[in-house]
């Protein structure tokens, strides 16, 4: 296999918008979007493109750049938030919970863009599980209050649950189920 010229794919205006497209869809922010950008490119031209060279040609040059680049847009968004666990409630709710705290509690998405993104899923059912995270959590999507620190750790024993909580789950629970059938 030739060497390949790393630069050149990745400063290509194709790859570069690809690449902007990515960090907007998880970076609801433009400017925590622009900086997550600029994160992968230095760390992609790091040590003379060391991670780039990494490629053993089982997919084309630029599928696994965006492949590197999902990750490094994880690393990012780990150094930046923390390595934020969810609380245990949550997590036993399953992955899809998982994914829309983090969406919206971490990354600050918006409950519409949550919904979109999430089209493959009924959006009542998405809707109820937004509102029952944020009524569990109240700074959850707040962009002027930040993430406690309690849920940066990995404290298992985050926000106990209280009878309203549990009223307030097995409604939605209920409403959700409802719209399934």
């Given amino acids: 296999m030739s060497a390949i010229n790393w630069a050149n794919i ?82 036993q709710q399953g992955e899809t919970w998982v994914r829309l705290w983090r969406a919206l509690c971490l990354e600050r998405h918006t409950t519409e863009s949550v919904v979109a993104r999430h089209s493959q899923h009924d959006p009542g059912v998405i809707r109820n599980i937004i509102r029952t995270i944020k009524a569990r959590l109240p700074w959850c999507g707040a962009v002027n209050l930040p993430v406690p620190e309690a849920y940066l750790g990995n404290d298992e024993s985050l926000m106990p649950a209280t009878a309203f909580d549990d009223c307030l789950e097995q409604h939605c629970l209920e409403e959700s189920l409802a719209t399934l059938s």
């Fill in 10 to 91: 990745v400063f290509e205006q194709q790859w570069m918008q690809g690449l902007e497209r990515q960090a907007k869809h998880r970076f609801i922010e433009p400017v925590t979007a622009e900086e997550a950008s600029t994160f992968v490119l230095e760390k992609l031209a790091e040590e003379d493109w060391a991670r780039c060279k990494t490629y053993r040609g089982n997919a084309k040059p630029t599928t696994f750049l965006f492949s590197l680049s999902a990750r490094l847009l994880e690393e990012f968004s780990r150094q930046r938030y923390g390595r934020a666990r969810p609380p245990q409630w949550l997590e």
